[in-house]
């Protein structure tokens, strides 16, 4: 399968066809919002932490390493609060919200958050042609109730279908352009974001919010994950490190609202950073199996993406890696970037790179947008924040000679005269 995207975002305003992020919200492990979000960023903490009884029985079904029926790790990053919902405010009854999946309870509260950090009211966007494209890979939910039993198959089961996680916020808020869900497993948020960008694009909406959603509520993929190796022992995403063994999964629920930059700036609203460009491409055959990734399909779409961003590869910053902690991808992400945003780079300014994983661990689907939104950030505070758990650097990649860093503490963007320019890469699979 091997989708990739790659995104390009500056600081301020470029040409005609980008796209300005004017508002934006989540709810992250440690965090309720953007601003709380940078504070975990910039400080440097760990919000990962135990599993949480009322997920499943994390220590009974701990075993480490690749053990049939078993988990390899007793953490990952977990959202407080998943069951606050104001039914009343959102129009159902308590008995319905005790019955609808809580990420689309999440969802509605962040896209309310989201619009209202945009600035939009919703009352005049109803009836408008808005579109919702929704990042998601889980119905945990519907299926824990079909794993009760036959007689669990009821018809309020309809409401917890993935297809109504953008159309529950369509329907609330009157928004009568696209509504889709999108599925590219970890890269799933960001391809909803670039499908958004092409739909504003083409004049088809006005208006985009795009939102990833991940609540993992059974051990199922976890246990799956661990026998392909993929689950790190610990519990943290080490991206980069000697000792990266896998990811750590984690909740999060992420809105940004977007609009054409002209638009934005026509009508005042707050800029809060510019998408310049975007690529989606697939590894093909240059890989050897479909879960394996490919240094040519990075590099292919790396180019891809900066040519549609009329932007030198050389120009950027910082970059928000896919950055999970697997052994394989790690190094092939590093060198892809290196080989292609290192060319003709000054010797005395290395691409910096990080992962927000190393934070709050691998939130799947919602991974790529949660990755923007810190992107956002960067270019608003003009810094970037260390990637955690690497301090002894993977072997794998040619230090040496690629133009790479990941910051070990928090670093300034460097002032060069011009607006700071960022990207954010994502792949799936693998994980």
């Given at each position: 399968m091997g989708v990739h995207e790659r995104f390009v975002a500056r600081g301020t305003a470029a040409d005609v066809r980008s796209v300005a992020v004017i508002g934006?919200?989540?709810?992250?492990?440690?965090?309720?919002?953007?601003?709380?979000?940078?504070?975990?960023?910039?400080?440097?903490?760990?919000?990962t932490g135990a599993t949480p009884p009322e997920r499943y029985d994390a220590d009974a079904l701990h075993a480490p390493g690749a053990v049939p029926?078993?988990?390899?790790?007793?953490?990952?990053?977990?959202?407080?609060?998943?069951?606050?919902?104001?039914?009343?405010?959102?129009?159902?009854?308590?008995?319905?919200?005790?019955?609808?999946?809580?990420?689309?309870?999440?969802?509605?509260?962040?896209?309310?958050?989201?619009?209202?950090?945009a600035g939009q009211r919703p009352d005049l966007l109803a009836g408008s042609r808005t579109g919702v494209f929704v990042g998601s890979s889980r119905a945990d939910y519907l299926e824990?109730?079909?794993?009760?039993?036959?007689?669990?198959?009821?018809?309020?089961?309809?409401?917890?279908?993935?297809?109504?996680?953008?159309?529950?916020?369509?329907?609330?808020?009157?928004?009568?352009?696209?509504?889709?869900?999108?599925?590219?497993?970890?890269?799933?948020?960001?391809?909803?974001?670039?499908?958004?960008v092409q739909s504003l694009r083409a004049g088809e909406s006005p208006l985009a919010l795009v939102a990833g959603v991940n609540l993992p509520l059974r051990p199922h993929e976890g246990v799956m994950m661990s026998q392909a190796g993929g689950m790190a022992r610990d519990g943290r995403s080490k991206f980069g490190a000697a000792h990266a063994?896998?990811?750590?999964?984690?909740?999060?629920?992420?809105?940004?609202?977007?609009?054409?930059?002209?638009?934005?700036?026509?009508?005042?609203?707050?800029?809060?950073?510019?998408?310049?460009?975007?690529?989606?491409?697939?590894?093909g055959r240059t890989s050897d199996t479909v879960l394996n990734p490919s240094l040519t399909g990075q590099r292919e779409v790396?180019?891809?993406?900066?040519?549609?961003?009329?932007?030198?590869?050389?120009?950027?910053?910082?970059?928000?890696?896919?950055?999970?902690?697997?052994?394989?991808?790690?190094?092939l992400e590093l060198t892809a970037l290196g080989q292609v945003l290192g060319a003709g780079r000054a010797a005395d300014r290395p691409l910096l790179v990080g992962s927000v994983k190393s934070n709050i661990g691998h939130a799947e689907a919602a991974a790529g947008l949660t990755g923007l939104i810190k992107v956002v950030l960067c270019l608003e505070h003009g810094q970037i924040p260390a990637s955690l758990h690497a301090a002894t650097p993977n072997p794998?990649?040619?230090?040496?000679?690629?133009?790479?860093?990941?910051?070990?503490?928090?670093?300034?963007?460097p002032e060069l005269g011009r607006p700071a320019v960022a990207g954010f890469p994502r792949r799936a699979p693998p994980r």
């Open positions: 934006m919200a989540c709810r992250v492990p440690g965090a309720t919002g953007p601003d709380e979000l940078w504070e975990l960023l910039s400080t440097g903490v760990d919000a029926g078993k988990i390899a790790a007793r953490r990952g990053g977990y959202v407080d609060g998943v069951a606050d919902f104001d039914a009343e405010f959102f129009g159902m009854s308590a008995a319905e919200a005790v019955e609808l999946d809580p990420q689309q309870r999440l969802l509605l509260m962040t896209a309310w958050e989201a619009l209202e950090d824990n109730a079909f794993q009760q039993g036959l007689k669990a198959a009821t018809a309020a089961q309809f409401n917890n279908v993935r297809s109504l996680l953008p159309a529950r916020v369509s329907h609330f808020f009157d928004l009568r352009g696209p509504s889709v869900v999108v599925e590219t497993a970890c890269s799933s948020s960001l391809v909803a974001v670039h499908q958004a063994d896998g990811h750590s999964p984690s909740d999060a629920v992420s809105v940004v609202v977007l609009k054409p930059l002209a638009a934005a700036l026509a009508d005042g609203d707050r800029v809060r950073a510019v998408i310049a460009g975007s690529a989606i491409g697939n590894d790396l180019g891809w993406a900066y040519a549609d961003a009329a932007i030198d590869p050389s120009d950027v910053d910082y970059v928000e890696a896919h950055g999970s902690g697997s052994p394989l991808l790690d190094p794998a990649v040619a230090w040496d000679e690629l133009p790479l860093e990941i910051p070990a503490g928090l670093r300034e963007l």
